[in-house]
């Protein structure tokens, strides 16, 4: 069994900073991508930052210069560097992980729970 363990979230001012982490629970066979996703109250859910196998990253363009996904692979957690917040960014965020957990398995999307992250002044 897969999880992943989200923690960081909170309340912080515009201009502000957070970092989020998301621990996974077991090493991967294979993993293609650890990604943070983040869906605000009545909108969906949006892919906000991607790191790849190879360490390729991706960005949504609402977050290009202000956020930053980094990942430890010998802690087994992916990391969400949030800065200049701004309201707007207002949401639970959401790690997930694409892959396999051992050789004969097929890819899979595994999701944490969430954490809030809440911009306000």
């Known amino acids: 069994q897969v999880q992943l363990v989200e923690s960081g979230g909170g309340l912080v001012q515009p201009g502000g900073s957070l970092r989020l982490s998301c621990a996974v629970s077991?090493?991967?066979?294979?993993?293609?991508?650890m990604d943070w996703y983040r869906q605000a109250p009545g909108k969906q859910r949006e892919l906000v930052a991607r790191i790849t196998s190879v360490g390729r990253t991706n960005y949504a363009d609402s977050v290009k210069g202000r956020f930053t996904i980094s990942r430890d692979n010998a802690k087994n957690t992916v990391y969400l560097q949030l800065n200049s917040l701004k309201p707007e960014d207002t949401a639970v965020y959401y790690c997930a992980v694409e892959g396999a957990t051992t050789w004969n398995e097929n890819n899979n999307r595994y999701w944490g729970q969430g954490t809030q992250v809440t911009v306000s002044s």
């Open positions: 077991r090493r991967f066979f294979s993993i293609i991508s």
